[in-house]
């Protein structure tokens, strides 16, 4: 038997992990249509995240999640840019369209390097804290870090790099019992290969020579 102390706070993880999923399908159906509101939302998404993961004990998830935290200003302000040079640009016109960067080789060799240096070096951190799935939290945290950096600069490849993040967050919550989340990383997954298909068919390049 539960003893009732233990009780709230079950609830309360229930509760977070619900929210989570909730605001997570909203913020994924607002990064697919390439909403600015999509950051705002990913505020509330990253802080609930946060709280879940830091009682979970899965402290490079916790901390992936702080960054999302912060990089979801910085993204508001580039998209909002992005979205302006696009307006202008006289090859393209119309309010629904994707803006899309072209990914520079540099930013693709530099952040292969990244995914790999930093996942073996996180997880020996992580093992230092104890954390029990080192080396997967550790992966996933990365391969995040990055995505949502190529997300900041709207990359259509950072969609492949969300699928591949997203199972493995799937594949985790999953072996931690925690089925909210696991269900919320499901959708995400499946959610980036439509994205991704979304992006194709309707992004446009922002041209060079508009500043």
């Known amino acids: ?10 609830f309360a993880m229930d509760f977070m992990e619900i929210f989570t999923l909730v605001t997570g399908v909203i913020y994924i159906i607002l990064e697919i249509r390439q909403k600015n509101f999509m950051w705002v939302v990913g505020v509330f998404t990253s802080l609930a995240a946060m709280w879940v993961f830091f009682r979970q004990g899965l402290y490079a998830s916790f ?10 200003f910085i993204g508001l302000w580039q998209w ?14 119309g309010g629904d369209v994707i803006h ?18 930093g996942t073996f070096a996180l997880a020996w951190v992580m093992q230092l804290m104890e954390n029990p799935m080192s ?4 992966a996933v945290a990365v ?21 591949l993040a997203d199972t493995m967050s799937t ?31 309707h992004g ?6 508009v500043l």
Do not use: F
Request: aromatic content about 14%; some cysteine; glycine content about 4%.
């Open 1 to 10: 038997m539960i003893s009732s102390p233990a009780c709230p706070g079950i």
């Open 204 to 209: 446009r390049y922002i041209p060079d020579k």
């Open 135 to 138: 080396y997967l939290d550790s």
């Open 171 to 201: 594949i985790l919550c999953a072996t931690q019992g925690m089925w909210w989340m696991t269900a919320l990383y499901a959708a995400y997954a499946l959610s980036a290969v439509y994205g991704y298909i979304h992006w194709k068919k």
């Open 100 to 117: 899309l960067n072209r990914l520079p080789m540099m930013t693709l060799i530099v952040s292969l390097l990244v995914c790999i240096a």
């Open 63 to 72: 901390g992936l999640n702080t960054y999302y935290l912060i990089t979801a």
């Open 143 to 163: 391969l995040s870090a990055v995505a949502t950096w190529w997300l900041v600069r709207s990359y259509i490849a950072q969609w492949w790099i969300w699928i």
């Open 80 to 93: 909002g840019r992005d979205k302006k040079k696009i307006a202008s640009s006289e090859a393209v016109s």
